[in-house]
């Protein structure tokens, strides 16, 4: 009995830790029916605005890494 009560303590202790983290922001993730589910499991409303905010970041940063090229007009030179 001696024995069961500190394993029972640390148990309870390892267990504290274990909360639901959000997925990391990616192009799976962030997108569709994935953003939407991942939106559902998380259950805290802080974690979940702090998701959305981490996808509208990693959208703005592909955004910004897009570019096309566009050639001036020959009158332009």
């Known amino acids: ?6 394993l029972v303590a640390v ?4 267990l504290t ?15 569709g029916n994935a953003y939407e589910q991942a939106l559902t499991e ?8 702090a ?4 996808c509208e970041s990693f959208h703005k940063a592909q955004q910004m890494g897009e ?3 566009k050639p001036s007009s020959p009158d332009r030179y």
């Open 1 to 6: 009995m001696k024995k069961i009560v500190p």
């Open 11 to 14: 148990a309870a202790v390892l």
């Open 17 to 31: 830790g274990c909360e639901d983290t959000p997925p990391e922001p990616n192009k799976a993730t962030c997108t």
């Open 42 to 49: 998380i259950s805290s409303e802080a974690k979940r605005q």
């Open 51 to 54: 998701f959305a905010a981490e």
């Open 67 to 69: 570019w096309e090229f």
